[in-house]
């Protein structure tokens, strides 16, 4: 299985992870495999490039992240301070702070020059499956299996808007490109879209006969992949 996909920030590779404990870098130029990288002992959930593209992110069920230094795909830093499978992961935009989320309902922010964590986000009441940066980085949104999606403030780590509305677990999140509108997939079948300012509902996509895993806004926002 492929647990999760992300392109480089020049577009020229895409990571791929899954449940062989392997990292994939692939040449999108010519569709093979540019290198691997091993070090997680079980399944690899999230892989993120860092802006700059230098870096790798993942997070595994053997509750590490690790960091990866692309040109010598070697690991750069290895954590372990979630208590439980890390699910999630995602570079600020700024590159000074890594977040990840867990199955232990908690978000956590890594300073990225120490490895040593800034702050830890409490509020979920079960799993946190995914998060996302707004694009100016000051806010990270986040979806859980307890069906709610919180949105935090980055600089205090406290909730500012808690989202409700979907029936089953939150799969996916994604800001939009100008960072005024949130998208989340559901287990319920649905899309919705959120006012990130005041956290007002827009509108539901429904019609799907299956989960809603994953999505992204097209660059220029006017269209959302799902």
């Known amino acids: 299985n492929i647990n999760s996909v992300a392109f480089s920030p020049d577009g020229m590779l895409l990571a791929s992870c899954g449940a062989d404990n392997i990292i994939y870098l692939w040449d999108v130029s010519t569709g093979t495999t540019k290198q691997t990288l091993e070090g997680h002992k079980s399944n690899v959930n999230s892989v993120d490039f860092s802006p700059d593209g230098s870096k790798l992110a993942s997070g595994s069920l053997d509750g590490t992240i690790l960091l990866w230094n692309i040109a010598s795909g070697r690991i750069q830093q290895s954590t372990d ?13 700024n590159r000074k702070i890594l977040a990840s989320g867990s199955l ?5 922010m890594w ?3 120490t490895g040593n964590i800034l702050s830890v986000l409490e509020g979920h009441t079960n799993y946190v499956n995914s998060i996302a940066f707004s694009p100016d980085g000051t806010r990270l949104a986040s979806g859980s299996d307890d069906n709610t999606i919180r949105i935090w403030d980055v600089d205090n780590g406290k909730t500012m808007k808690v989202l409700t509305g979907h029936t089953h677990l939150a799969n996916s999140i994604a800001f939009s490109p100008d ?10 079948k649905t899309i919705r879209l959120w006012n990130v300012e005041n956290g007002a509902a827009l509108h539901v996509l429904s019609g799907y006969k299956g989960f809603v895993t994953s999505l992204a806004f097209s660059p220029n926002g006017k269209t959302l992949i799902s």
Request: aromatic share 6%; no cysteine.
């Open 179 to 188: 960072g005024n509108t949130l998208a989340s997939g559901s287990e319920d």
């Open 104 to 108: 232990d309902k908690t978000i956590r």
């Open 81 to 93: 301070g979630h208590n439980g499978f890390v699910t999630a992961v995602a570079f600020s935009p």
């Open 111 to 113: 300073d990225l020059n």
